[in-house]
């Protein structure tokens, strides 16, 4: 359940709700008790990160075997010093 940031119209006060998506929004302020609390847009607080997402997984796969394949054949030349 996401948590959503509410912020009073009339006198400011701020709160965090942890609500379900399918839950309305909160209007009635529990400071000044007027209806006029409004949903704050803000960022998410966490990054998918680790071992089973995109950007570890496949995103340098590709890149490292690249690597290995240009040392081999380097390696694998004789070396020629005169």
């Known amino acids: 359940m996401p948590i959503y940031e509410y ?3 009339n006198c400011g006060y701020e709160l965090e709700k942890l609500q379900k998506m399918s839950d309305a929004p909160l209007k009635d302020c529990p400071n000044c008790k007027q209806s006029t609390l409004s949903k ?15 950007e570890t997984d496949f ?8 690597k290995q ?10 070396s020629t010093t005169e």
């Open 40 to 54: 704050k847009v803000s960022a998410a607080g966490f990054r998918l990160k680790g071992t089973g997402w995109y």
């Open 59 to 66: 995103k340098n796969k590709k890149s490292k075997p690249e």
């Open 7 to 9: 912020q009073c119209q």
């Open 69 to 78: 394949k240009n040392k081999t054949k380097k390696s694998d030349q004789p």
